[in-house]
C-alpha cells in the first residue's frame, strides 16, 4: 500500500490503496475557507484547517481575529457577493461549497444591541412625560412651575403613558427573544428622535395649563381607558405567547396559534396580533386625552406596523406551505 | 419587496408586448405633456413681458398672471406621479421636494399673504421660474422627439448656475417680506385653548421652512451640477437611483 500524504485541502494525490486512503481522507478533511471582499474581491483573510463542523459563527469569530476592527456582530457573510447573509448557525459542511470554501464580506457598519436600543428609546418616553407632567421649569409659563393639571384625565393620562412605557421596558428585559442581536448604530438616533419627538410633542399639550378636556367628559374617557386596558393586556399576552413559541437562547420560528389565554384568540383571524392591540392602545390614549398629536402619533404608528406586519406576513407565507388561509396581517379581513 | 419568481416565455412574451404598449402610450403622453408646459410658461413670459411694457411697472403684475400661474404650477404635481409609476426615471423625493416647494411658494406665500404681491423679490422668482420651466420643458420635449437641438441643452445644463441661486434669493427674500404680515394677521395658525389641544404658529413655520434652504439648497445644486457633467462631459458619474 502507497503511503498517503493529505494535504491540508484534503485533495491527494491519485494513487491505489484507495480504501485506506478514503479512510485517511475522511479523518483529516479539513476545510479551507477564503474570505473576500464583496466590493473590491480582495483576498482579506485565508483560513486553513477549518472543521468541516465549523458554524458561520466560528468563522465570523477567526475572521474577528485577523481582523479585530470587525467583530462578529458587524460582519456579513455570504456564499455570493450580492446574495443573503448566512446565518450564524450554518455548518460549513452543509454548505454548497467545496473543500475550499469563498465567502465573501460585507461590513454592516457600527452595531448597536436591540436591547440596548429598545431601552433606550423607551426611557426617554418615560421620562419626558414626566417632566411635562410635573410642569417643570422653561416649559410652560413660569407661574406654573411644578404646579398640577386641575383635569383628572390628565393624571389618568400620565398613569396610563407611564404604565405602557414601563411595559415596554419591562418586557424588553424579560419576555421579548431577538431573532438578531444587534442594529445598525444609525437607527439608535433615528428610533430615539422617533420616540422621543413624539413623547415630548403630546406630551406639552396634555400637560399644557390650558389643556381642554375631551367633549364628551366622563363616558368618552371611561370607553378609552377601558380600550386601552383591554388592549395593553391583549398586547402583554401575545408577547408571552410568542416568547413560549421559541425555547431560551434559540431563534426558531414557527406558526402562532391561538393559547388558552383569550386575549390571544385572535390569532385566528390576525398574524400580527400585538400590532393590532398596539394600534388598539394608542387609540384608546388618543380618544382619551383628544389630543391631535397623539392622534398623528397613532396614525403614523399604525402605519409603520402595518408595513412591518406585512412583511412578517409574507415571510410567513413562504416559510410556511399549511399557513391558516384565514389571517390577515394587521386588521382582521381587512389590512 | 420579494418579488415572486415565475418563468414562462410565453408569460414574458406578454409582458414584453405590455411593456412596449405601455411605454409607447407613457411616450405620448409625456410629449403632450412637456410641450403643454413649455406652451404655458411661454404664456406666462409673455403675459409678464407685456404687462411689463405697458404698464411701465411691477406693481399689479403678479395679480394679472396670478390665475395662470397657480394652475401650471399646481399641474406640475403629476410629475412626481411619473416618477412613482415609473415613466420617468427620477427619484420620487427629488422631485416632489421640489414641486412641493414651487406649491408651497405659490399658494402659502404669494396666494395668500396678498401684502407681498408686489415685492420686487416676487418678480425676481417669478422670471427665474419661467426660464427654468421654458427650458426645462422644451429640452424634454426635444428629447422625446429625438431632435435636440444642443443650445437648448446647453441653456438646460449651464444655466441653472446662475438661475438657482437667484431664484433661491427670490423666494427667500419674499418669505421674509412676508413675515410680519403672518405675524399680525395669525393666518394659517392655531392657538390655545382648543378642543383639538394642539398649536401652531405659521410664522415659526416659516423661519423653520427659511432655515431648511440651508442643507436642502445645496444638495439640489449639486445634484443638477453632477447631471450637468454626465450630460455634457460624458463623465461616467456612478449613480443609483439619485
Same mark, same amino acid.
Given at each position: 500500500m502507497l503511503h498517503v500524504t493529505s494535504f491540508s485541502g484534503g485533495r491527494l494525490c491519485h494513487s491505489s490503496g484507495i480504501l485506506r486512503k478514503e479512510v485517511l481522507a475522511a479523518k483529516m478533511k479539513h476545510y479551507e475557507?477564503?474570505?473576500?471582499?464583496?466590493?473590491?474581491?480582495?483576498?482579506?483573510?485565508?483560513?486553513?484547517?477549518?472543521?468541516?463542523?465549523?458554524?458561520?459563527?466560528?468563522?465570523?469569530?477567526?475572521?474577528?481575529?485577523?481582523?479585530?476592527?470587525?467583530?462578529?456582530?458587524?460582519?456579513?457573510?455570504?456564499?455570493?457577493?450580492? +446574495?443573503?447573509?448566512?446565518?450564524?448557525?450554518?455548518?460549513?459542511?452543509?454548505?454548497?461549497?467545496?473543500?475550499?470554501?469563498?465567502?465573501?464580506?460585507?461590513?454592516?457598519?457600527?452595531?448597536? &444591541?436591540?436591547?440596548?436600543?429598545f431601552l433606550t428609546e423607551y426611557t426617554g418616553p418615560l421620562v419626558l412625560y414626566l417632566m411635562f407632567y410635573f410642569r417643570v421649569p422653561l416649559i410652560y409659563a413660569s407661574k406654573y412651575d411644578f404646579s398640577t393639571s386641575k383635569h383628572w384625565v390628565v393624571h389618568l393620562a400620565c398613569m396610563c403613558h407611564s404604565f405602557h412605557f414601563l411595559?415596554?421596558?419591562?418586557?424588553?428585559?424579560?419576555?421579548?427573544?431577538?431573532?438578531?442581536?444587534?442594529m445598525p448604530l444609525r437607527n439608535i438616533f433615528k428610533n430615539c428622535t422617533y420616540y422621543w419627538g413624539f413623547a415630548a410633542w403630546m406630551a406639552y399639550y396634555i400637560n399644557h395649563p390650558l389643556y381642554?378636556?375631551?367633549?364628551?367628559?366622563?363616558?368618552?374617557?371611561?370607553?378609552?381607558?377601558?380600550?386601552?386596558?383591554?388592549?395593553?393586556?391583549?398586547?402583554? &399576552?401575545?408577547?408571552?405567547?410568542?416568547?413560549?413559541?421559541?425555547p431560551p437562547g434559540s431563534k426558531t420560528r414557527k406558526i402562532p396559534y391561538p393559547t388558552k389565554n383569550p386575549f390571544t384568540w385572535i390569532f385566528v383571524l390576525v398574524s400580527c396580533p400585538n400590532y393590532t392591540y398596539e394600534l388598539g392602545s394608542?387609540? +384608546?390614549?388618543?380618544?382619551?386625552?383628544?389630543?391631535?398629536?397623539?392622534?398623528?402619533?397613532?396614525?403614523?404608528?399604525?402605519?409603520?406596523?402595518?408595513?412591518?406586519?406585512?412583511?412578517?406576513?409574507?415571510?410567513?407565507?413562504?416559510?410556511?406551505?399549511?399557513?391558516?388561509?384565514?389571517?390577515?396581517?394587521?386588521?382582521?379581513?381587512?389590512? | 419587496?420579494?418579488?415572486?419568481?415565475?418563468?414562462?416565455?410565453?408569460?414574458?412574451?406578454?409582458?414584453?408586448?405590455?411593456?412596449?404598449?405601455?411605454?409607447?402610450?407613457?411616450?405620448?403622453?409625456?410629449?403632450?405633456?412637456?410641450?403643454?408646459?413649455t406652451a404655458g410658461w411661454l404664456v406666462l413670459?409673455?403675459?409678464?413681458?407685456?404687462?411689463?411694457?405697458?404698464?411701465?411697472?411691477?406693481?399689479?403684475?403678479?395679480?394679472?398672471?396670478?390665475?395662470?400661474?397657480?394652475?401650471?404650477?399646481?399641474?406640475?404635481?403629476?410629475?412626481?406621479?411619473?416618477?412613482?409609476?415609473?415613466?420617468?426615471?427620477?427619484?420620487?423625493?427629488?422631485?416632489?421636494?421640489?414641486?412641493?416647494?414651487?406649491?408651497?411658494?405659490?399658494?402659502?406665500?404669494?396666494?395668500?399673504?396678498?401684502?407681498?404681491?408686489?415685492?420686487?423679490?416676487?418678480?425676481?422668482?417669478l422670471v427665474v421660474w419661467t426660464m427654468t420651466e421654458i427650458t426645462r420643458y422644451s429640452y424634454y420635449t426635444f428629447n422625446l422627439l429625438h431632435h435636440l437641438p444642443y443650445f437648448i441643452k446647453w441653456a438646460r445644463y449651464n444655466l441653472f448656475i446662475v438661475l438657482y441661486p437667484l431664484g433661491v434669493i427670490g423666494e427667500l427674500m419674499t418669505i421674509y417680506a412676508a413675515l410680519p404680515f403672518v405675524r399680525r394677521s395669525g393666518i394659517y395658525s392655531m392657538r390655545l385653548p382648543n378642543k383639538y389641544n394642539v398649536s401652531f404658529d405659521y410664522y415659526y413655520c416659516l423661519i423653520i421652512v427659511m432655515l431648511s434652504y440651508i442643507p436642502l439648497f445645496p444638495q439640489l445644486f449639486f445634484h443638477m451640477l453632477r447631471q450637468r457633467r454626465r450630460v455634457l462631459h460624458g463623465e461616467v458619474i456612478v449613480e443609483k437611483d439619485d
Amino acid at each position: 500500500m502507497l503511503h498517503v500524504t493529505s494535504f491540508s485541502g484534503g485533495r491527494l494525490c491519485h494513487s491505489s490503496g484507495i480504501l485506506r486512503k478514503e479512510v485517511l481522507a475522511a479523518k483529516m478533511k479539513h476545510y479551507e475557507v477564503e474570505i473576500l471582499d464583496g466590493k473590491t474581491k480582495d483576498k482579506l483573510c485565508f483560513l486553513d484547517k477549518v472543521e468541516p463542523n465549523a458554524t458561520i459563527g466560528e468563522i465570523k469569530s477567526m475572521f474577528h481575529k485577523s481582523h479585530p476592527q470587525w467583530y462578529p456582530a458587524r460582519q456579513s457573510i455570504r456564499l455570493d457577493a450580492k +446574495g443573503k447573509s448566512l446565518k450564524d448557525e450554518d455548518v460549513l459542511q452543509h454548505l454548497p461549497v467545496g473543500t475550499t470554501a469563498t465567502f465573501y464580506f460585507r461590513d454592516l457598519g457600527a452595531q448597536i &444591541s436591540w436591547v440596548t436600543v429598545f431601552l433606550t428609546e423607551y426611557t426617554g418616553p418615560l421620562v419626558l412625560y414626566l417632566m411635562f407632567y410635573f410642569r417643570v421649569p422653561l416649559i410652560y409659563a413660569s407661574k406654573y412651575d411644578f404646579s398640577t393639571s386641575k383635569h383628572w384625565v390628565v393624571h389618568l393620562a400620565c398613569m396610563c403613558h407611564s404604565f405602557h412605557f414601563l411595559k415596554r421596558l419591562l418586557e424588553t428585559l424579560f419576555v421579548h427573544r431577538f431573532s438578531h442581536g444587534t442594529m445598525p448604530l444609525r437607527n439608535i438616533f433615528k428610533n430615539c428622535t422617533y420616540y422621543w419627538g413624539f413623547a415630548a410633542w403630546m406630551a406639552y399639550y396634555i400637560n399644557h395649563p390650558l389643556y381642554t378636556p375631551p367633549i364628551y367628559g366622563e363616558q368618552q374617557i371611561r370607553l378609552a381607558l377601558i380600550l386601552f386596558l383591554f388592549c395593553q393586556i391583549g398586547n402583554f &399576552s401575545i408577547h408571552i405567547a410568542l416568547r413560549n413559541l421559541r425555547p431560551p437562547g434559540s431563534k426558531t420560528r414557527k406558526i402562532p396559534y391561538p393559547t388558552k389565554n383569550p386575549f390571544t384568540w385572535i390569532f385566528v383571524l390576525v398574524s400580527c396580533p400585538n400590532y393590532t392591540y398596539e394600534l388598539g392602545s394608542w387609540l +384608546g390614549f388618543t380618544l382619551m386625552t383628544q389630543c391631535l398629536p397623539v392622534a398623528f402619533f397613532t396614525l403614523v404608528g399604525f402605519i409603520q406596523m402595518t408595513v412591518w406586519a406585512k412583511g412578517k406576513h409574507r415571510s410567513y407565507l413562504k416559510e410556511f406551505r399549511d399557513y391558516p388561509p384565514l389571517r390577515s396581517p394587521i386588521l382582521p379581513f381587512i389590512l | 419587496m420579494a418579488s415572486s419568481e415565475e418563468d414562462g416565455t410565453v408569460e414574458e412574451k406578454e409582458n414584453n408586448n405590455k411593456r412596449r404598449t405601455k411605454s409607447a402610450l407613457a411616450t405620448a403622453w409625456l410629449t403632450f405633456y412637456n410641450i403643454a408646459m413649455t406652451a404655458g410658461w411661454l404664456v406666462l413670459a409673455i403675459a409678464m413681458m407685456r404687462f411689463y411694457i405697458q404698464k411701465g411697472t411691477h406693481k399689479g403684475l403678479y395679480r394679472s398672471i396670478a390665475r395662470t400661474l397657480k394652475f401650471f404650477q399646481t399641474f406640475a404635481l403629476v410629475e412626481v406621479g411619473h416618477c412613482a409609476i415609473g415613466i420617468i426615471r427620477t427619484s420620487v423625493i427629488v422631485t416632489g421636494v421640489q414641486v412641493c416647494s414651487r406649491i408651497f411658494m405659490v399658494w402659502f406665500i404669494t396666494n395668500s399673504i396678498r401684502q407681498i404681491q408686489n415685492e420686487e423679490s416676487v418678480i425676481l422668482f417669478l422670471v427665474v421660474w419661467t426660464m427654468t420651466e421654458i427650458t426645462r420643458y422644451s429640452y424634454y420635449t426635444f428629447n422625446l422627439l429625438h431632435h435636440l437641438p444642443y443650445f437648448i441643452k446647453w441653456a438646460r445644463y449651464n444655466l441653472f448656475i446662475v438661475l438657482y441661486p437667484l431664484g433661491v434669493i427670490g423666494e427667500l427674500m419674499t418669505i421674509y417680506a412676508a413675515l410680519p404680515f403672518v405675524r399680525r394677521s395669525g393666518i394659517y395658525s392655531m392657538r390655545l385653548p382648543n378642543k383639538y389641544n394642539v398649536s401652531f404658529d405659521y410664522y415659526y413655520c416659516l423661519i423653520i421652512v427659511m432655515l431648511s434652504y440651508i442643507p436642502l439648497f445645496p444638495q439640489l445644486f449639486f445634484h443638477m451640477l453632477r447631471q450637468r457633467r454626465r450630460v455634457l462631459h460624458g463623465e461616467v458619474i456612478v449613480e443609483k437611483d439619485d
